[in-house]
């Protein structure tokens, strides 16, 4: 079964920098698009970052545009999240998610249109 593995989690202050990397667990695998979620404690997952795979199309959450970078390497699969200007309320758990089918039946921005999950990893934005 196809997994999604992320890296790049930890703790950073407020006005830092982190990168997030999401690759496949085993085989690598095409996808439409790839995305990355955030669920902080006692929230709902949402919609941060997304990124077209032939195209290259980006795509951001308000609260995030101008300071996070989602980018694709084709060559080893990996989606990454450039995190600048980190501030408290970005702290959340980071979850990468692939959509391997491209269906297009929801947004990108949508949770329902990914179907590959990986574990998440944490991120804490000190003040």
């Known amino acids: 079964q196809a997994q999604l593995v992320e890296s790049g989690g930890g ?5 830092g ?8 667990s085993g085989r690598a695998f095409g996808a439409y698009a790839s995305g990355w979620f955030r669920q902080g404690a006692g929230k709902e997952r949402e919609f941060v970052a997304a990124i077209t795979w032939r195209a290259g199309t980006r795509y951001y959450a308000d ?6 970078t989602i980018s694709r390497d084709m060559a080893s699969s990996t989606v990454t999240l450039q995190m600048n200007n980190v501030k408290p309320e970005d702290t959340a758990v980071y979850y990468c998610a692939s959509d391997p089918y491209g269906r297009r039946e929801y947004s990108v921005r949508d949770v329902r249109s990914y179907d590959i999950w990986g574990q998440g990893t944490q991120v804490t934005v000190s003040s």
């Open 63 to 68: 609260s995030v545009k101008g300071r996070f």
């Open 17 to 24: 920098s982190l990168r997030l990397s999401c690759a496949p």
């Open 11 to 15: 703790l950073v202050q407020a006005g």
